[in-house]
């Protein structure tokens, strides 16, 4: 398979570019795939961002009363202290069944194309209102987290401070806003960006190397812009199929969303950000190492046999992705009233 | 039952002084039976507290990894953004399992003379080796929790730096003094505080009459010292028990601990600090109004049928225990390596 890359760039090689450590003409070629993250929180549609919602956001997405049980937050399953996930195959959830796909982080999620591993939700409010209904995770209705929140005080006065001029703030649209507006702010700089920004010194040589690895085995196809991948979707096993272990065959990934033939086995194309703080890897989550995780994408979308060596390289490159994370300050919550629906960890057959 | 105030107090009655609004007297009968909270994180036996381990212990804390299922950390039940316990009658644990007995709350629980509702462990080191070996809870090993820190450099490091000149600083029982080190950060100066401390208008008239009656009508006899309870074992039912489904049969208390008749149905008097944030309430976790909860105290450990308007002054009071949160910046944790003992989720028979 040809890269994206090498096609704009002719017969260059970006490998030989790193190993004369041109530093700049590698982040030319790079800026031709990549994109640094903005130095601010992007523009939602239909949902202006203000310190009000952020801080609403903040408090929704830390808190377990929007779950039917009172045990899982947002949080749980995408924790900002290890990496926006839960370091899991796949979540325990309500009644603790186990959710079908990895979690994935939500740091940078905002960047992304789509959210879900199969791009079912077009953008994070859309994603918010997911898991809190899913039987398997949060099992909660809309009805019973407005309920809830409407039961509290604290929580009217946010959402009157939020969402302003609205007769009826506390909903669940509303909800789902907030918490979008919060994690828009989960941005996580990293070596990679100063990079692209100018800085020769932010990636090691080993690093510069796997970057142009990276660009010419055609890893960049598929993985680009901001997010260096989220975007676009691309059969699992494009070139071989992974094993049933790596590739379960009951879930035919966008094949759900679309029901299209074309769709079936394809994923949204993983985002790589923080991705060496986020195993285990892949939607099934059944691999732990990277250097693995790497190696498969190589046979099963490149068609090649990756050495050890360029395996190496390729994962500290993507060490380079890992970004400081923004410092969060851990949000006191309204408290319960005689009104808020009672915690239940009943798990009701569908 | 005379309480042990009015036999320091001889017949003098704090109601009148409240009514009087004489706050200086009331102030001062007050100090005979509580006490402020200090200004400084309070000395640990055997375990000096220094910066770095309050930062390790925080996040030994807030790291779900300390779980065989990768699910629960101690913030899980012991949560700080809700008063720094779950807002459940009792917890849900490892499995989907119910625990036995409502969590308590963390904050100032370094204060408390012993820890769990039966006193059984002495102090909060102690206390935290518990829920992260119950099998309803966390259910993991000593062995496990030190292979998962050991297996993570970041851990190893901050050990070292917590417990200087120790050959071998990730052990069980560091682990659990680090966490101890961190909760006795968690603590909460209250409206009452500022009373004690002299300041008249730091409670309502209405909290004043509600401190005045606590102490007249015998609450704190029980309820007493800094924490306005946590010291002392007393029977649950005193004077007549309550209910079956307040006090359930099964659970004798202390008796577990003692074995002594004497013990049965024993408690340890609830420390009342944030009252208002912890409802459930009692042991069993079964009353959720705090009024409630105040007149089945009157009933059945002092034998008063306390009036409306009596518990509306009682829980008046009890709000002026509501303390404010230290702000908390949620760690980042460190990251998992190969070495890292896998999350499972499984439950293991007894």
Redesign the interface.
């Known amino acids: 398979m040809t890269s994206i890359w090498k096609i704009a760039l002719g017969t260059a090689s970006a490998m030989a570019l790193a190993s004369s450590a041109s530093a700049s003409e590698l982040r030319d070629y790079a800026l031709e795939m990549f994109a640094a993250l903005p130095s601010t929180i992007p523009a939602l549609k239909d949902n202006p961002v203000t310190p009000q919602k952020i801080d609403l956001g903040k408090a929704l997405f ?4 929007m779950s039917a ?3 899982f937050s947002c949080n ?1 399953c995408h ?5 926006g996930d ?3 195959p796949t979540s ?1 959830g309500h ?2 069944q ?1 959710g079908p796909r990895n979690s994935p982080t939500v740091l940078n999620a905002v960047f992304n194309e789509a959210q879900f591993w199969d791009g079912r939700a077009a953008d994070l409010a859309e994603q918010a209102k997911g898991p809190v209904q899913a039987g398997v995770e949060m099992a909660n209705t809309p009805a019973n987290v407005v309920a809830t929140l409407n039961s509290m005080p604290q929580y009217q006065e946010w959402f009157k401070a939020s969402f302003p001029g609205e007769d009826d703030p506390v909903t669940f649209d509303n909800f789902a806003k907030a918490i979008e507006a919060y994690e828009a702010t989960l941005i996580t700089p990293a070596p990679f960006d100063a990079f692209l920004n100018g800085d020769d010194n932010a990636l090691t040589d080993e690093q510069k190397e796997g970057l142009a690895l990276f660009m010419d085995t055609g890893c960049a196809s598929c993985h680009n812009g901001v997010n260096i991948g989220g975007t676009g979707y691309f059969p699992f096993g494009l070139i071989e199929k992974p094993g049933a272990d790596v590739l379960p065959p009951d879930d035919r990934g966008r094949f759900a969303v679309t029901e299209t033939a074309d769709d079936s086995y394809v994923f949204r194309a993983a985002p790589l950000r923080n991705i ?2 986020t ?1 285990p890897y892949f939607h099934s989550g059944k691999v ?2 990277l250097k693995v995780a790497v190696a498969i994408m190589g046979t099963s979308q490149l068609g090649t046999e990756l050495n050890d060596d360029e395996v190496d390289k390729i994962v500290a490159f993507l060490g380079s992705l890992t970004g400081e ?1 923004p ?7 309204p ?2 009233t ?1 009104d808020t629906p ?2 239940t ?1 009943e798990v009701v057959p569908n």
């Open positions: 830390f808190d377990p009363r049980s009172g045990v749980s924790n900002l202290a290890t990496g839960d370091n899991m325990i009644g603790w186990k060496d703080q195993a732990w190492d994370m410092q969060v300050t851990y949000p006191v919550l408290t319960e005689l009672r915690p960890g």
